[in-house]
Nanobody, 126 residues
Framework: QVPLVESGGGLVQEGDSLRLSCAAS????????MAWFRQAPGKEREFVAG????????YYADSVKGRFTISRDDAMARLYLQMDSLKPEDTAVYFC???????????????????WGQGTQVTVSS
């Protein structure tokens, strides 16, 4: 499984922005479907956004659509999540996930098949 390291989390106020990064240690990054998930205290981990490994398609949870933007730099083996207009309900640990030549749907339905980072904490105060 590909090693993943997230960074960029922190404590911000409602309405602020943050940019999360995920660094992947692999030469074949372009062949991995990539996604961000999050887990709030006392809740199950949930899908936030995904970027397919071919075609450039992106997908978002309804709760973040229009506020978050996922992007990837295959040359640098990096995944990003630009988070704007943050809300207190966005508070969670954010995880980067990868799966070789998968669909985003399969990443959501079969999370045990994903490689996972250690997570980065995002806290939004009101």
């Amino acid at each position: 499984q590909v090693p993943l390291v997230e960074s960029g989390g922190g404590l911000v106020q409602e309405g602020d922005s943050l940019r999360l990064s995920c660094a992947a240690s692999t030469l074949g990054f372009g062949s991995y479907a990539m996604a961000w998930f999050r887990q709030a205290p006392g809740k199950e981990r949930e899908f936030v956004a995904g970027a397919s490994w071919k075609g450039g398609a992106t997908y978002y949870a309804d709760s973040v659509k229009g506020r978050f933007t996922i992007s990837r730099d295959d040359a640098m083996a990096r995944l990003y999540l630009q988070m704007d207009s943050l809300k207190p309900e966005d508070t969670a640990v954010y995880f980067c996930a990868a799966q070789f030549r998968a669909t985003i749907r399969s990443m959501v339905r079969e999370p045990d098949s994903n490689a996972w980072g250690q997570g980065t904490q995002v806290t939004v105060s009101s």
